[in-house]
């Protein structure tokens, strides 16, 4: 769902505006890159991706079948946390699962399972942990 103009917990002084980019941009909410679509404050320069300005409260993910994602603004506790997707520290907003501890960045987590260009097919595939034998 797309609005024009929202109010948002993380930056109540003003109103953030829909828009579209080519030019990547630091997400205020999540502190990871993003391009084209976001919500922008143009007086403070405050950024947020999609998924991280409408956020769901709760997500399930197809790859972590026992888990129960909920979003937090910050990450739980003083342990620093990474996300289980692609493994690169988490220090903003995020998607904590109570019971197994696993976490996902919102964008990670919204990652679509199939992106399909009329011509070629990405397919989004869980990554395999590859164990190899040496022969001495």
């Known amino acids: 769902m797309k609005y024009n103009e929202i109010a948002h917990f993380s930056h109540p002084q003003h109103k953030l505006r829909y828009e579209y980019s080519e030019f990547p941009f630091k997400c205020d909410g999540c502190k990871e890159v993003g391009i084209g679509s976001r919500y922008k404050c143009t007086i403070c320069d ?7 300005a409408i956020p769901s409260p709760s997500i399930t993910h197809p790859f972590y079948t026992k888990c129960s994602f909920q979003f937090l603004s910050r990450p739980p506790g003083n342990v620093p946390r990474y996300c289980n997707a692609c493994e690169k520290d988490i220090t903003g907003f995020m998607y904590h699962c109570r019971s197994c501890g696993f976490d996902l960045h919102p964008c990670c987590a919204k990652l679509p399972m199939v992106l399909d260009d009329g011509d070629v097919k990405l397919y989004l595939f869980r990554k395999k942990i590859a164990t190899f034998l040496s022969s001495n």
């Open 46 to 52: 405050y950024d947020l991706h999609m998924h991280c």
